[in-house]
Structure formats: structure tokens, C-alpha cells
């Protein structure tokens, strides 16, 4: 909290939900450093200049980059993929850090390796988000009290240590972890969610049901079928196999609560619940 | 609002979530009736007359049925279905509106026909409750804003504007359909995302993943597997057949998303979720 800002010119590529946030929070923060915004949406560069959550957001990568200590990329997993290489070839940023913030942390490490600059990448994941998209969804507090997945090779330990800094002067709890790790808890925690939401969200519309027909609970299932196909279509790219297992595992139990259901066997189906509220409470 | 109390001697049996609130919502009104409260329970009947939500909470059912203009069963479904008949029996509450508030409406219906009461018997269904239980949940608050089916016959109309009335002066909305209507649109806006939160916190589990890993949105989606059991299971027993097809398709649906992630179909998973995003903002 106290200590100097990490970084002083801030490059953020990538002006939705999270590049938004990133930028208004910083830019909140007493000691602010500078904040210039990328995206290749006209639109977010505007909103996002005009909202004063960036000082700059010309068109060319190249001038955003410019002198930036810290290179932050906050688009779907392929851009930033894409970007980290443009990154290390346009040479513009010499030893600035380069941190990510998409849901996957394998395939932007092997990114980073491969454009030769896994010793100055960091990747990180805030636990926060949106279904809902773009810059009008950022919010300058969406990292407040948020658990940061952080992911880097030991040789990175200088800049992932400002890396922590920065996201602590966000609010958030930066947490070290590894690229297989992190990558097979997001496919069950996150990705497996998203997936169940759409399912049901299919299976209602099926049955000709509105979204605006639900109770509570109905809007809580359905909130993250509204999510980004962009985003997430990366993500699915490259999915953890326990994600699919998991998959499979759920739409078995659906099948045997359907025949459960159908033969009256109500007991199985209160053995199921009492296993998931005892989960629950755990 | 500014009408006369349309019941002056209410008894709630059953002071959990449901009849609990009822019990707070109805004492903290400006023309407060007096509201007796009744549960198996003894923890419960102190509690709701320790907090001032009951003036009286005898042990006996008899004892709270005397004199009562309105009998509010507030017990899980197949407890409602007993205690109409065993009020009817009792005959005790002469020409007393009954209400029960369970989650389907066609078995109570059916309860109250056998029971000879139908001319007096008011289903209703408040749209609000809490994956909490017990009247140590309860909230007077509960019902304000929202939406409370109303299912009665014809013959019982003098009740149900009477019934109508007390859930306005709880805030609700009180809107009248059938039971076949009401229990088909159950079955798939609240059954089916239980079930669905169920089956996926059951493949988290499986996966040796815990609650507490979980972001804010794989929150959101598995709230409802802390749900009771108890409450649920006579809901299954009366589940409408519609409920079974849906959750059929919703397994189908994980399944194939299951077999396009193995062979890396992105579009396919993109095509369900813009799918299931036009349905979100439809």
C-alpha cells in the first residue's frame, strides 16, 4: 500500500471487462502511474480516454508501447498469445514486464517461451470478472479483495514480485501457483460452471422458457450463459482432459436423476442432495 | 395497503424459511393480526416466539387451530398434503381459509378435494425463499416484490381475494394460473436448475474440488446444492414429466460438448454459447 508504485508507464492492451478495470483502478491509486490504453475497438479507446480511465489510446501498438515498463494484455487467450510475440519482436519495450490476465496460464507461458521472453513474463488470473463484456463492464473496484493466480518461471522473480505489488495496490491477493495447476482447477472451477450454465440455459430454451420466467435460484444457474463465446472460445482451445471427464460425469448423473425421476426412486435422488449439501458446507 | 386486515387469527404450521417469514412479514404489518405459530419442532416454536414473530406456539395443533380465520401451512409438500386432511378432520377451523405455500400446486389441490375442502382451499407459491433453512432464516422481507402464484377453484373465489390481499400487505405480487400450468413451469425454472446444481457440484466433488475453491460465478452455480433435501423430495415425487426431458437434454448437451472438446470443435461450443446469449438477453 505504502510502498512506490512498481511500475510508472503502463501499457494496457485490450480495453474490455478486464483491461477497463485494470486501467480504472490504477489510475485510482494515490501514487497513479501513467495509463495508456490499446484496443483494436475504436469504440473501447474512445470510451475508455473519455471515461479518463487511460491518459492516451492512439491507434498504433507501437506508440502505446513506447517507454512502458509494464505491458499488460487483457484480451482473449489467442490475442494475447498473438500479442506476447508482436511484443518480443517489435523490441519497443526492452526489459519492461509483460503480464497476461487471460483464464488458460500454460498457453501463454509457452507463448512467452517461445518468443523468448518467459524471464521478464508474468501471467496472472484475478479471480473477478463479468458476464457481461466491453469496457462499460469495468469497474475501477472489480479486483477489491480478489485472489490473484500468479504464474512465472523462477527467473521472472523481480518482475513477478512487481506484479504482486501492482495487484496489491488493486486490492487484490496476488497467490503464486503453476501453469498445470492453476490450468486444471480453472478448467473445473470456471470452465465447467460456464458449461453447465449453457446446458441448462439450452434445456430451458428447449422447453420454450424465458429467461425472464426464473425465480433466484433459475437467474443464479443462468447468469453465465449470457458469457462472451469470444472469450471463452480460447479457453476451449485448450481445455484441461479432466474438464471433459468432469463433463461427462455430470451429464451421468442428469441421466440417472431423469431415470431415477421416472421410476419414483425419490430416495436416490435425496442421497445425491444430501452429498452435495454436505459438499457444500465442508 | 390501506384495506382492513383481510384475516384477524392466523395459524402457520410450519416456522421454517416459508412459515417463519410469514409469521415475522404478517406481525410487522400496520393492522398486525395475532399469528399463532405451530412445527414438529420444538426449537422452532421457541425460536419464532423468542423473536416476536408468533404470540403463541402451543404444542398441541389443535390448540392453534382454534378460532383461526386463516390456516397457513408453511411444511414441505407431502406434510401439507397430511396436515389438509387432518384439518379438514379435525373440524375445527369450520369455514377457515386454508393456504399451504409447497412448490407444486396439483398435489395440494388434489388433498384438498379428498379432504372435502376445495371450496376453501387457497394454493400458493411465493417465488423467494433461501438454500438456507429453518426459522433461523426467515426474514420479514422475505416475500417483498415478489412474485406469488395463486392457484384455487372457482368455487373458493371469496378466499382467494382474501388470500390475494394478505400476501399484498406482505409486499408480494400475488398472479393467478392452474396447477398443470404452475407445476410444468416449476418443474423446469426451479426443479431442473436444483438438479442441475446438484449434478455439477456432485462432478466437483468427484474432481476432489471444494466449495471454497470456487470463483464467484462456479459460486453462483452451485448455491443450490446446500438445499434440503427434506423439502425437495416430495417436490420429486409430484415432479411433472417435462422435468424428466429436460434434464435428459441437458445431459445430451454436456455430452456432446464433452466429444467437442476432445476433438478441439471450438465453433460448435461457440455456436451453443451464442445460442444460449441470445436467450440470456432475450
Known amino acids: 500500500m505504502s510502498d512506490a508504485a512498481p511500475f510508472q508507464r503502463i501499457a494496457v492492451l485490450g480495453l474490455g471487462v478486464m483491461g477497463g478495470s485494470i486501467a480504472r483502478a490504477l489510475t485510482g491509486t494515490a501514487a497513479a502511474p501513467e495509463v495508456r490504453g490499446w484496443s483494436h475497438d475504436t469504440e473501447e479507446r474512445r470510451a475508455a480516454l473519455y471515461a479518463g480511465a487511460v491518459t492516451a489510446a492512439p491507434e498504433d501498438l507501437k506508440e502505446v508501447l513506447q517507454d512502458a515498463d509494464l505491458v499488460a494484455i487483457a484480451t482473449p487467450l489467442k490475442a494475447a498469445c498473438r500479442l506476447i510475440a508482436?511484443?518480443?519482436?517489435?523490441?519497443l519495450t526492452r526489459d519492461a514486464t509483460i503480464m497476461d490476465v487471460s483464464g488458460l496460464k500454460a498457453p501463454v507461458a509457452r507463448a512467452a517461451a517461445e518468443a523468448g521472453v518467459a524471464g521478464r513474463f508474468v501471467g496472472a488470473h484475478p479471480m473477478?470478472?463479468?458476464?457481461?463484456s466491453g469496457f462499460p463492464a469495468s469497474r475501477a473496484d472489480l479486483f477489491e479483495g480478489a485472489l490473484v493466480w500468479i504464474v512465472a518461471e523462477p527467473e521472472a522473480s523481480a518482475h513477478t514480485q512487481k506484479v504482486e505489488a501492482l495487484w496489491r495496490s488493486m486490492g487484490a491477493r496476488p497467490v503464486q501457483t503453476s501453469a498445470e495447476t492453476h490450468d486444471r482447477l480453472m478448467s473445473l472451477v470456471s470452465h465447467l460452471p460456464q458449461l453447465?450454465?449453457?446446458?441448462?440455459?439450452?434445456?430451458?430454451?428447449?422447453?420454450?422458457?424465458r429467461a425472464g420466467d426464473l425465480g433466484p435460484g433459475g437467474r443464479d444457474m443462468t447468469r453465465l450463459a449470457a458469457s462472451n463465446p469470444e472469450v471463452w472460445a480460447g479457453l476451449f482451445e485448450g481445455a484441461h482432459p479432466d474438464l471433459v471427464r468432469a463433463l461427462r460425469a455430470m451429464a451421468g448423473t442428469l441421466q440417472d436423476v431423469a431415470d431415477e425421476l421416472e421410476r419414483g426412486d425419490v430416495e436416490a435422488?435425496?442421497?445425491l442432495m444430501q452429498r452435495t449439501r454436505s459438499w457444500s458446507d465442508a
Open 196 to 209: 453447465a450454465a449453457n446446458g441448462l440455459a439450452a434445456a430451458l430454451d428447449g422447453e420454450g422458457i
Open 86 to 91: 508482436d511484443i518480443a519482436a517489435a523490441d
Open 269 to 271: 435422488i435425496a442421497a
Open 128 to 132: 473477478a470478472g463479468s458476464e457481461a
